[in-house]
């Protein structure tokens, strides 16, 4: 098994320049970025991942396949935040457990290519609308947690937010119409009813400049993170653990339905690999523009220090062994 796609990821410049604003706090650098460019960078991502995944669904249609795998990927994006909300709230506040909660409902684009990278090196086909059901994965995790913090937080620690006797069904409408939400939802409707025409005017924007976009965005969550790394260690030993026996639990439960559904070994990879990630690009971008008070000390070292760490080292072998095993 070739491991090279595997540790290529850890020299992508993105992850190098996340590391970098954790050094840059740990020598007590000056080294800032100031807010209103980090809410912009946010901005930018959620318009990126929108976009190119209405440009997915307008060149690979609507086959039955295609169709199961949105369904898939929409569901268990939407509900697996409340089911690690439940463990979550335990010890964590709710915008922290709310927003954790997405995370891992949500994915990582990086995992995800890392996977596609191992395929390839592996000659393993799949279907090139997963990259549409990633796209998916976004917006209905975001919106969940955004349900679990306003529906668990008090009326008076939301900062003017409607009274907590509100229903859910004005929670959802809210959520939904979130600047955050409605700016990827938006953006992925556009991208698939502006088809080819629009990725040919938009490539410059959304293609030739994004990595660098992204590294910026990477520098200014390092810094963020850098400064609040002690509230992970005052979580202690939960907040790792779930970060390593959730997406594991996650991962089991996407082979058994990659398989009951009977998916190609190739999507069954690429499927379980997005319910296994965890976010920490668009949803900690959503959260910090959606909910402020959210501890980003918490939510981006447990994806990005110790899921996606684990996956990319571990877990994509691992699952692609179960698959060989069982298929």
């Not at 571990?314 to 179960?322: C, M, T």
Request: some cysteine; aromatic content about 12%; charged content about 10%.
């Amino acid at each position: 098994m070739d491991l090279s796609a595997l540790l290529d990821n850890f020299g992508h410049p993105a992850i190098l320049f996340f590391f970098l604003g954790v050094l840059a706090v740990f020598v007590k650098s000056d080294l800032e970025i100031p807010p209103q460019i980090g809410k912009f960078l946010g901005i930018y991502l959620l318009f990126h991942i929108g976009v190119k995944g209405g440009w997915e669904l307008y060149y690979g249609g609507f086959a039955a396949q295609v169709l199961i795998v949105m369904a898939v990927c929409v569901l268990s994006s939407f509900f697996m935040p409340f089911a690690a909300f439940q463990v979550l709230r335990r010890r964590l506040s709710p915008p922290d457990a709310g927003a954790v909660a997405a995370t891992y409902g949500s994915i990582s684009a990086v995992t995800f290519v890392t996977a596609v990278s191992f395929l390839d090196s592996q000659g393993v086909e799949f279907g090139g609308y997963m990259v549409a059901g990633m796209a998916l994965m976004e917006s209905p995790a975001i919106i969940a947690g955004l349900i679990l913090i306003r529906l668990n937080t008090p009326a008076s620690d939301s900062d003017g937010a409607a009274p907590s006797s509100t229903g859910v069904s004005q929670v959802i409408k809210e959520s939904l119409f979130n600047g955050s939400v409605l700016l990827l939802l938006g953006s992925m409707v556009i991208g698939y009813a502006s088809g080819a025409k629009g990725e040919a005017q938009l490539a410059t924007f959304v293609d030739d400049i994004f990595y660098g976009m992204l590294s910026i965005y990477m520098l200014d969550m390092g810094l963020l993170a850098g400064r609040r790394l002690s509230d992970l260690k005052q979580s202690g030993a939960f907040v790792v653990s779930f970060a390593l026996v959730f997406p594991l639990l996650a991962a089991a439960f996407g082979l058994l339905l990659c398989y009951l559904l009977g998916y190609a070994p190739g999507d069954a990879l690429l499927q379980t690999v997005l319910l296994a990630s965890a976010s920490y690009i668009a949803v900690p971008a959503a959260i910090r523009i959606a909910v402020p008070q959210a501890n980003m000390g918490i939510l981006l070292p447990m994806s990005l220090g110790v899921t996606f760490t684990f996956n990319i080292a571990i877990g994509i072998p691992l699952y692609y062994f179960v698959i060989e095993m069982v298929w």
